[in-house]
């Protein structure tokens, strides 16, 4: 078997960070390349990295560039990304095809996990994870996210999973995964747009510390896989529930109208959301996604290391 290192390459930045023991948090590029328009995404990723840097963790942007997993993008490879317009968006399955064509491919939450994993970082912030989508019984769509947060040890700091999801059946399925669900100062499960879902999240932690400590020991006892941190979005930024929930029915019929489905369906929902609230749920994902960078730092400076 090939060794993987052959397909990875770390940032210097990133590199030395990770081995003199220092706090390192993953980025993905998927919310880059598909989920807002230039320039909005370029902005938004380097104040994102710089909401990194500013709580005292080093930022690793992660994509695939020329076949490989890049770590740390540097500013040039980030304009790139941005800018492009036919760039792969590759989960877990397509990244055997994307190595081999030495395609450049913005990396979703699964493949972050990924990469993060065999660079040695133990956090990565993201918006939202996917989830088990509406309707599942007749489309059977569940994101590759819930499998990939069962087997790689990495945790991941979001608003909850994106509110276009069938977010009681998400948690059903992580919870038959054995995925911790720990709630940031929050008894209640976000929901993304919104701070409340209506349903629990499995146990409470009041600090970045207390989350720190309990993924620690999740794997330091050899039992695997990831930790979701569901960290509510800001409360000033906060859409309200009935509203928001309008919004998303007219847009999931708009895409069942259109046809749009597998992995097309997240983008265009999230696209479509954003025309029909005037460019408000734009905003708020912005937000929610700096927040999470933040707790994710504070996280990673209190972990420890990798052995």
Known sequence: MRQKSIYIEVGPEVSD????????VALESSII???????????????????????GAVPATIAVMNGRFTVGLSAAELEVLAKSTNVLKASRRDLGFAFARKLTAATTVATTMIGA?????RIFATGGTGGVH????????????????ARTPVAIVSAGVKSILDIPRTLEYLETMGVPVLGFETDEFPAFFT???GSKVAHRVESAADAATIMAAHWDSGLGGGVLLANPIPAESAMD?????????????DAEDAGILGKEITPYLLARIVELTDGKSLEANIALVKNNARVAAEVALNCPPVD
Do not use: C, F
Not at 17 to 24: D, E, L
Not at 35 to 48: F, H, S
């Open 195 to 197: 701070r409340e879902s």
């Open 117 to 121: 994993a065999w660079a040695g970082i």
């Open 134 to 149: 509406r309707g599942v019984e007749q489309t059977m769509d569940v994101s590759a996210d819930l499998q990939e947060l």
């Open 17 to 24: 960070a990770i081995a003199s023991g220092g706090a390192v």
């Open 241 to 253: 529930p009935e509203y928001i929930e309008g919004i998303i029915t007219r847009a999931t019929r």
């Open 33 to 55: 390349s598909h989920g807002m328009p230039y320039p909005k995404n370029l902005e938004t990723a380097r104040e994102v990295e710089d909401v990194v840097r500013a709580a």
